[in-house]
């Protein structure tokens, strides 16, 4: 009822007022209902100009009593006036039944300004009827679904009442947080704002001819164009509302002044309250996401919202406070809508980042699809008045921003939603994906809406959106590494995400009387922390200017490409300054602390301020996380259009429909410039690490040389350089947090893992030695900086090496062009191959834990005879199989195992790919001597691990580790430690390997008669262990080929220059010069496991070449059968008709192996994992175990005594004396597979032996 609710324009201090406002109370007195209710209609007029004092004194004296009864229309349940037959209300009865609640309700609303009224007994009654009248629109609504006839329906007065309504429930929620959250969650509020949400987004996204012209139509009035803008202007002041209800349903009661960190961020409650309603934030997230890509909004975006009839109450009362339903004009217009939008989007979507909020992302997954492909199907003149998928709004909206002169708190901001938001839909989202109308018919021209600005629709275009993103990301990252380079300098705070309110909430009065007091709190205790800070910061004259500076140029919007280049010029010259030794250049303890305090005041004068370290850590996380779904997202395009080339059907690919039908392909331009991009954020990652590396150099005295080499191996830019003024002592000091280096890491290894050629600059490999170092360790971490990652393995922390290691086997495997480069720059860095042997022994530990919980749970084969037959290996595997599908703590122990153990593979493999022959021949023929301590933090790493291994086993690691110093080359002296480790995580595998070396290798996995395919017994043993052959294969393959080189070594080196005894039990020369480098134990270990791997191996190729050639004879068959019915049509099959060849079954479906996706490995998926890297490495252990045997005594006698090498080798012996009776004594396959030459040659050595 807008024509009862206008305001008075006479102040309330006027006497005309004060003369109302008394004649308003004596008729609100009584004695009977109709002076109340005319008191009612003109006091309604009055209380928005009215202190706080009136409305306590409306409320006294209209009573409790008499406004619950106003509002029991609204008790009533659906129904319930249907049932009393002649007793429905119907007619004016009816028109004024929701006149008298409509009055209750705003009266309601205005008592909710007093927080001790909010906080009552009386309206946490009401609740739950003030939800309803939320979720289902208004009064009329309400009322109708109770049977009660409605002359008319009046959309204004409905609207008003839904913001009567938010309003008492947002003071409710300010007043008295957990007594009426709880009892708004046993209500179903999130459903109840997410409807209203969704309405009011309906509202205000529809095209202004749509809205006007559904308005008149609802209303049954010719009012047209005025009474869309009302509806309009009511809609945005209910969203603001609606809003802040949801924020404090979100954060339990007490709405956030400022968004948590990007990483992590989500609370307790709001991931428990996605968890129990799922659809319901799904609805909310659709409908914020609406208001924050309207195209109507980002057409207006710089006018000013939809203005309300009047003007905003004197007092900041609540911000709908009754004119007319509305105050958009003082509530920030637009742009605040969208930024309250923003700010909500970050709370839930941070929160549908947990696993325990897994169903709410499901939910917006299918809700995106959905209406995306409710959108296609509706007519192209239809389209555009459809408010398209969620994800394409949030899309349309960031673009718009980012395309926009925005602060930098915005910016930054909606580079976390963006973030987020791949999070939930996947990477294909920044490239557009979401466009399904403009994926199918791309060629079609684009009507324009109406409301949209001209040029606006770009950001439909494949890959611009893209684009954007990398651009900005490259300038933000630049700063943001200098404020990590530089943490104790003071920024402004205005700079970090929760200026996103603050510069929100200063257009606006706040929307309850409670709010200013939280602000309040928030802002003292801002300058609270930024004092304590204060005491403790060391900080320079030239700090100071650069704060200021840095101030200066955020407030006068200074480009942001000149921003960026000063950041990285400043960075650039603060790392030189790091490598000094920085004598003479600090300034005095007094005059650092002086400066400290002037820069300080100097920044707490422009406002509040913070520490650029703290605001790199949490900015950084965001822009690390869209940086390498950026990379990410081309890579998928890429592989989308070779699988277009292949003929690969979209819906064979496990996507959503929506997402099949929109693959966009970058084209050619688009994507040569984000390569570029992405390589120059690249090179800035790079120097990052080289300025971090030589700042921890130089503030450690006495700094290892490897340390030092580091810092300075891209040359003279990262060059030391002693410090001119007392800044640079600041940067000696400088320690940045692991989990900034780690972030970095991610993205480098994501990049090069898709673009490995890029690696192979000079620069780069100069600088991967830092990446490859970087770790996070707990305890340093927590002396670091507050605020860092505590690993993913407890105490074991995290590894950047992890991230870099798929780009790294790329670059360093067989065929890449460019291969020696990389090699070369590997094996000549000595903090690289440290860097691997630390990450090895992270490996080792975890993996060996794992494998000790499966060795005493999983089933074991039943061995009854010498040589493990393969139907005991396969009875074992199935038994394994179903072990693991009953115990969910057995499947988890197998993930963990094959996950650990994948990352020993993965760095064993490395470290073989370095150690080439080539490379080997080398090191065994460098001088001995030279190791020194280059060793030293491998070998921490053994010490570390053989830690509970008893005082026997660490007196024979520290004789290794100091024999291995004077005898051996550093490449060769990196190498002894790894060869430790691997023997340690070997014996967790003991009983897996003692099965290996007593199968019977020759064996065929296929029952007789059965048409099953060969797997082979190895395939069936390691699966009923839960270990994969690269898992097994590459650490025998590296162990093997490091024991023969130093075996080489010590056999090449003169008598005299081995100070080691000589054994007793030594039958060489190079067994008596490995005393202590390669005792006993330690050769009788590598022997155990490189027999077990090469009688794995054997099988598995004997396995390989079966299937060959079963797959050889099918298609001979098949060919065959193709010509005799060519011949018996009387014709003649045509030249190149004939099969292509072939292909052999490698156990896998779609490049997945069976077992895969199963959470376990099966006999296939052990067969399957065969190929590629664990079978070069098998070939290359035969060769290296061949050279072991041939020296080493303890090697002979335990590969003599094999089960699997006395059947190959009596195998070897039948084939020399033929057959019986003409027969062939060895199967074809198996006769192929013991023609392999390092195989036969690992069979003569043991025969020889053996005779």
Not at 37 to 60: H, I, K, M, N, Y
Not at 894 to 923: I, T
Request: aromatic residues 2%; hydrophobic residues 50%; glycine residues 10%.
């Amino acid at each position: 009822m807008p024509e009862e609710r206008g305001g008075a324009n006479a102040s309330p201090a006027a006497p005309d007022w004060n003369r109302s406002f008394q004649q308003c109370l004596e008729l609100l007195k009584g004695p009977g209902d109709e002076r109340r209710f005319v008191g009612l209609l003109l006091v309604t007029r009055l209380l928005p100009q009215g202190s706080d004092d009136a409305v306590r004194r409306v409320l006294e004296a209209l009573g409790w009593t008499f406004l619950q009864r106003l509002l029991l229309p609204l008790r009533r349940q659906p129904g319930a006036s249907a049932a009393a037959g002649p007793a429905a209300v119907s007619g004016d009865a009816a028109a004024q039944q929701a006149s008298c609640v409509g009055l209750a309700l705003s009266i309601l609303a205005a008592a909710c300004r007093l927080p001790d009224v909010a906080a009552g007994a009386e309206v946490r009654e009401s609740l739950p009827l003030l939800l309803r009248v939320v979720r289902m629109g208004g009064v009329s609504p309400v009322l109708a679904a109770s049977g009660v006839a409605l002359p008319a329906v009046e959309p204004a007065a409905d609207a008003a009442a839904v913001t009567d309504a938010l309003e008492c429930l947002v003071a409710a929620a300010a007043a008295s947080p957990a007594a009426t959250c709880a009892v708004l969650d046993g209500a179903g509020a999130l459903s109840a704002v997410a409807e209203a949400l969704t309405r009011m987004a309906a509202v205000l996204t529809a095209p202004a001819a749509a809205a006007t012209a559904d308005s008149a139509a609802a209303a049954g009035q010719g009012e047209g164009e005025g009474e869309g803008r009302a509806l309009e202007a009511a809609a945005h002041s209910g969203a603001l509302l609606a809003m802040s209800l949801l924020e404090r349903l979100v954060a339990g009661g007490a709405a956030a002044t400022a968004p948590a960190p990007a990483a992590g961020a989500a609370s307790r409650r709001a991931v428990a309250l996605l968890s129990e309603h799922p659809a319901a934030a799904a609805k909310a997230v659709a409908a914020l996401s609406q208001l924050v890509g309207n195209r109507r909004l980002l057409a207006s975006s710089q006018a000013k919202a939809p203005a309300a009839p009047a003007e905003q109450p004197a007092d900041g009362a609540s911000g709908a406070s009754r004119n007319n339903g509305s105050s958009t004009s003082a509530g920030g217009g637009a742009a605040q809508l969208q930024l309250e939008a923003m700010h909500l989007l970050l709370l839930l979507l941070r929160a549908c980042q947990q696993p325990a909020a897994a169903a709410a992302s499901d939910e917006l997954r299918g809700l995106d699809v959905a209406t995306a492909a409710t959108t296609t199907q509706q007519p192209r003149e239809r389209q555009q008045l459809q408010p398209g998928s969620w994800s394409a709004a949030v899309r349309r909206g960031l673009g718009w921003l980012l395309r926009s002169r925005v602060p930098p708190a915005l910016k930054h901001a909606a580079i976390e939603l963006a973030a987020l938001t791949v999070g939930v839909v996947g990477e294909r989202w920044l490239l557009g994906a979401g466009q399904v109308a403009a994926a199918q018919d791309p060629s079609a021209a684009r009507p324009q809406p109406q409301g949209q600005v001209k040029g606006q629709g770009q950001e439909d275009a494949p890959g611009a959106f893209l684009q954007l993103v990398a651009e900005i990301l490259k300038i933000e990252l630049g700063m943001l590494l200098h404020d990590a380079m530089h943490p104790s300098r003071t920024v402004p705070a205005s700079a970090a995400p929760g200026g996103l309110r603050s510069a929100a909430r200063d257009q606006a009065a706040a929307p309850q009387p409670s709010q200013r007091l939280l602000d309040e709190l928030a802002q003292r205790a801002a300058r609270l922390r930024a004092e304590q800070e204060a005491a403790a910061r060391k900080a320079a004259e030239a700090a100071a200017a650069a704060g200021a500076a840095e101030t200066a140029q955020i407030e006068g919007g200074a480009a942001a490409g000149s921003a960026a280049g000063a950041g990285a010029e400043a960075m650039e010259v603060e790392s030189t300054a790091t490598g000094t030794s920085g004598t003479g250049a600090a300034a005095p303890a007094a005059a650092a602390a002086a400066a400290a305090a002037a820069a300080t005041a100097a920044a707490a004068a422009g406002g509040a301020v913070m520490l650029a370290g703290d605001r790199a850590l949490l900015l950084l996380p965001a822009c690390y996380s869209l940086l390498e779904s950026c990379v990410g997202a081309v890579a998928t395009d890429a592989a989308a259009g070779d699988e277009d080339e292949d003929g690969i059907d979209a819906m064979e690919r496990d996507e959503p429909a929506g997402r099949q039908r929109a693959r966009p392909e970058l084209p050619d331009a688009v994507l040569g410039h984000l390569m570029r991009v992405f390589h120059e954020v690249a090179e800035t990652l790079l120097e990052f690490f080289q300025a971090a590396a030589g700042a921890a150099a130089a503030a450690v005295p006495g700094a290892s040389d490897s340390a030092a080499a580091v810092a300075t191996a891209a040359g003279p830019s990262s060059s030391a350089a002693a410090p001119a003024s007392a800044d640079d002592a600041e940067a000696v000091e400088v320690q940045v947090a692991p989990a900034l280096l780690l972030g970095a890491g991610r993205v480098l290894g994501r990049y090069y893992a898709e673009a490995p050629q890029a690696m192979l600059s000079d620069k780069v490999l100069a600088a991967l030695p830092a990446v490859m170092a970087a770790r996070d360790e707990p305890a340093a971490a927590a002396a670091a900086a507050v605020g860092a990652d505590d690993g993913d393995g407890g105490d074991e922390g995290t590894y950047a090496l992890t991230f870099l290691l798929p780009g790294l086997l790329q670059a360093t495997g067989e065929g890449f062009q460019g291969r020696a480069e990389a090699c070369k720059a590997l094996q000549g860095a000595p903090a690289a191959l440290e860097a691997c042997v630390a990450y090895l022994g992270h490996c080792v530990r975890r993996a060996a834990a794992a494998a000790a919980f499966l060795d005493a749970h999983l089933p074991r084969p039943q061995q009854q005879q010498l040589t493990l037959s393969v139907t005991v290996a396969a009875g074992a595997a199935a038994a394994t199989a179903a072990a693991v599908r009953a115990s969910p703590a057995l499947a988890a122990a197998c993930s963990e195992a094959a996950a650990a153990e994948a990352g020993l593979a993965d760095v064993c493999m490395l470290l073989c790919n370095l150690m080439e022959p080539a490379a080997l021949a080398a090191a065994c023929g460098r001088r001995a001597g030279t190791a020194g301590d280059v060793a030293e933090g491998a070998w921490a790493a053994v010490r570390r691990t053989v830690s509970d291994a008893g005082a026997a086993a660490a007196a024979a690691v520290e004789a290794a580790a100091t024999a291995g110093a004077v005898q051996l080359s550093p490449v060769l002296a990196l190498l002894q430690p790894a060869v430790w480790l691997v023997l340690r995580w070997s014996e967790a595998r003991s009983g897996t390997l003692q099965a290996l070396s007593g199968m019977d290798v020759l064996s065929s996995a296929r029952p007789s008669g059965s048409g099953a395919r060969a797997e082979g017994a190895a395939a069936q043993v390691l699966a009923a262990a839960q270990l994969a052959p690269r898992a097994l294969l590459c650490p025998a393959c590296l162990v093997s080929v490091a024991v023969a080189a130093t075996m080489r070594r010590l056999a090449d080196a003169p008598a005299t220059a081995s100070p080691l005894p000589r054994p007793e039990h030594a039958s060489s020369g190079a067994a008596g010069a490995a005393g202590a480098i390669l005792p006993p134990a330690l050769l009788e270990g590598v022997s155990r496991l490189a027999v077990a791997a090469a009688s794995a191996g054997a099988s598995l190729e004997l396995a390989s070449l079966q299937r060959a050639l079963e797959a050889s004879e099918e298609w001979r068959q098949t060919e065959e059968r193709l010509r005799q019915q060519a011949r018996g049509q009387g014709g003649a099959a045509p030249s190149g008709s004939g099969l292509a060849g072939p292909e052999v079954d490698m156990g896998g479906e779609g490049g997945v192996p069976h077992g895969a996706r199963a959470g376990w490995l099966t006999p296939a998926a052990a067969y399957a994992d065969f190929a590629g890297d664990a079978a070069s490495c098998w070939e290359r252990l035969l060769g290296a175990l061949a050279q072991v045997v041939e020296v080493s005594d303890a090697a002979r006698g335990l590969a003599r005594a094999a089960p699997a090498i006395q059947g190959l080798a009596a195998a070897v012996a039948a084939q020399a004396g033929g057959g019986v009776a003409g027969e062939a004594a060895v199967p074809g396959p198996a006769q192929e597979l013991l023609l392999d030459v390092n195989l036969a040659l690992l069979l003569q050595v043991v025969m020889a032996a053996g005779r």
